[in-house]
């Protein structure tokens, strides 16, 4: 379920909003079937159109009530009066958030959504962000959210808030990746011609004025890491690569990505892992071989604190629909 205004969605809005629609509106049957049921669920609330020139009306057929049955609830954005100017945000829809979170729907806002969210209550105690724009009227306002003014996202489990624009679309492919593994997720972005994965750690801000020529482009070692993984890599190995410093490729990787080096490798590994899980029936120890992340302790050690499950129970929530083929009759 998304959650949008009745009336008067401003145009500079409808990112937030298409974000969603294009991730889970659109069937993928040959990624997975059955994909996402997709319903836009109106507040019932109309604007004063005075407060948007350029608002836009949107109908739909499903209203606050039916929120409580999800099994996600999505709330892309809330109106900039309600941010800027602390204007009440309707008392239906904070009502309806409580009730389909206490009735165990999972909880996600994009960009300012993280206020309706934490107006309802849902993020008290919990780590959580907004658009970097936003975040202190979000801390100033709701003092009981640890709010996260550096990253893209951030994964509570139940609950998940991500900055604004496209760190938005970074959730939502990560939704996918939870539910239907890394493989789908990729293929999915790969369609929609996006990063197929970018951390939620990684920082809202990037700096992009670092020079693209001091030593060329960061693109080929990484494809070089990417098909090595199951090499002891180090920093030096990559630096020696890229034929630069490690100090420079630090700052390089940092400037391009928002990561260290040794994050950006632990990331590649993390996903190769996952894919393999998915995808094979692999022993775990040779999962940990191929990925680079070593023996299958170390393996169990990185999954339970990167993904939150170990290796064996991440592979049972994505189990093989294609078998392997077997060996021809001698």
């Not at 938005?168 to 996006?194: E, I, P, S, T």
Request: hydrophobic fraction near 40%; include cysteine.
């Amino acid at each position: 379920m998304v959650v949008v205004e009745d009336i008067g969605v401003p145009s500079w809005d409808l990112y937030e909003l298409s974000i969603p629609c294009t991730v889970f509106g659109k069937p993928q049957p040959d990624l997975a079937d059955p994909w996402y049921d997709l319903r836009l669920c109106s507040t019932g609330e109309p604007q004063d159109g005075s407060s948007h020139g350029t608002g836009l009306s949107l109908r739909t057929p499903y209203g606050l009530d039916d929120l409580v049955g999800a099994d996600t609830v999505i709330v892309p954005s809330v109106p900039d009066p309600c941010v800027d100017e602390g204007r009440p945000l309707p008392p239906a829809l904070i009502a309806a958030l409580r009730r389909a979170y206490d009735a165990g729907a999972r909880m996600v806002s994009l960009c300012t959504g993280a206020f309706a969210l934490a107006e309802a209550g849902l993020l008290d105690g919990r780590r959580a962000t907004a658009h970097w724009m936003h975040t202190a009227q979000l801390a100033e306002r709701y003092p009981k959210v640890q709010v996260d003014d550096s990253v893209l996202y951030v994964d509570d489990g139940d609950v998940l808030t991500s900055a604004g624009l496209t760190a938005g679309l970074d959730l939502c492919l990560h939704l996918v990746r939870r539910d239907l593994g890394a493989h789908v997720a990729n293929q999915l972005a790969r369609r929609m011609v996006v990063p197929a994965h970018r951390p939620g750690g990684q920082a809202q801000f990037i700096d992009l004025s670092v020079p693209t020529t001091d030593g060329g482009s960061l693109a080929p070692v990484l494809e070089w890491a990417r098909a090595h993984l199951d090499r002891p890599l180090t920093v030096e190995d990559l630096s020696r690569r890229a034929a630069m410093s490690p100090r420079t490729l630090h700052r390089r990787l940092q400037a391009a990505t928002g990561t260290t080096p040794l994050q950006w490798l632990l990331n590649q590994r993390l996903g190769r892992a996952q894919s393999l899980l998915e995808s094979t029936d692999l022993p775990i120890e040779k999962v940990g071989e191929l990925s680079g992340l070593g023996t299958a302790n170390n393996l169990r050690h990185h999954f339970l604190k990167q993904i939150g499950v170990s290796p064996s129970d991440y592979r049972r929530a994505f189990p093989r629909t294609t078998p392997e083929p077997t060996r021809p009759a001698d």
